[in-house]
């Protein structure tokens, strides 16, 4: 059996993309496999597009420890370009079925070929109990946080995925190998959690650095750069607009106030496709 793929990233957050007809039942068992950077293709999730009875396009997203994620940002911009180039040839303006909801996609191309792409990320969930965190709280917001020792305040936040954010001095020297996997796995967390440090430079302007749930340190995570614009604008520290600076590049976050919805704007790029033989 031979797989088609495309390798693509957003922001250097990359993924194996699959077109399917169905999920596999063997997917959480794959992802392990092609996700490997050393024993198969190499990249930080999984993504299957698949039909959608609900929107234009599903997709279904495995990290490379096999567990699968709700959403995620990067990964939808990629599925959208996909389906606008390789399967759908002319629709500028979707709606991307994931495990967190539908999500509408706007594309902006040139010449045929996707430039940027918007997507509507929807409301996020600030109740400390759905996003899930242990706090019964309304808005979990600059809560003291023990890890052996170190205290540390985070905001929590769900854009359908759960997000830790924690103001740091200085986030790209922020040891965040030592201090991610630790948080991650924090009781305080039921699910686990994402975990973005964030430095505020300025209310338009935020250094972020992101430990994933199920992959380590990426260098851009788009659900984290929509949580860390909330964050910062419930702490006080920001405004609802703002552009996040990743280790990839930088995102276009605006949480509209009209609608509560937040918008991501940013690239998707392909790599190369290739053949996977079992």
Request: net charge negative.
């Amino acid at each position: 059996m031979t797989w088609t793929f495309a390798k693509m990233h957003g922001l250097g957050n990359d993924f194996v993309v699959v077109s399917r007809s169905a999920l596999p039942e063997d997917a959480s068992e794959r992802a392990r496999t092609i996700c490997h950077r050393h024993f198969g293709v190499g990249a930080d999730g999984l993504v299957f597009v698949l039909p959608s009875k609900k929107g234009d396009v599903a997709m279904r997203i495995f990290n490379p420890d096999g567990t699968e994620a709700e959403q995620c940002g990067n990964a939808v911009r990629c599925v959208a370009r996909y389906f606008f180039e390789r399967i759908a040839g002319d629709q500028r303006e979707l709606t991307v079925e994931t495990r967190a909801g539908l999500q509408r996609v706007r594309l902006e191309t040139s010449g045929g070929q996707v430039v940027a792409v918007e997507v509507d990320m929807g409301r996020p969930i600030l109740q400390g109990r759905k996003i899930p965190t242990a706090i019964d709280r309304e808005k979990v917001v600059e809560e003291l946080l023990e890890v052996e020792g170190t205290l540390f305040r985070f905001t929590a936040v769900s854009m359908g995925n759960p997000h830790a954010v924690i103001p740091v001095e200085d986030a790209p020297s922020f040891p965040v190998e030592e201090w991610g996997p630790r948080l991650e796995v924090h009781p305080v967390f039921p699910q686990k959690t994402n975990v973005e440090f964030i430095t505020v430079r300025s209310p338009r302007e935020i250094e972020m650095r992101v430990w994933e749930r199920g992959v380590g340190q990426t260098l851009a995570c788009g659900s984290g750069a929509c949580a860390a614009v909330v964050a910062s604008a419930l702490a006080g520290k920001g405004e609802r607009e703002a552009t996040v600076r990743l280790l990839g590049g930088d995102l276009h976050i605006r949480w509209d106030e009209a609608t509560d919805h937040v918008f991501m704007t940013g690239p998707a790029e392909w790599v190369f496709e290739g053949k996977w033989f079992e």
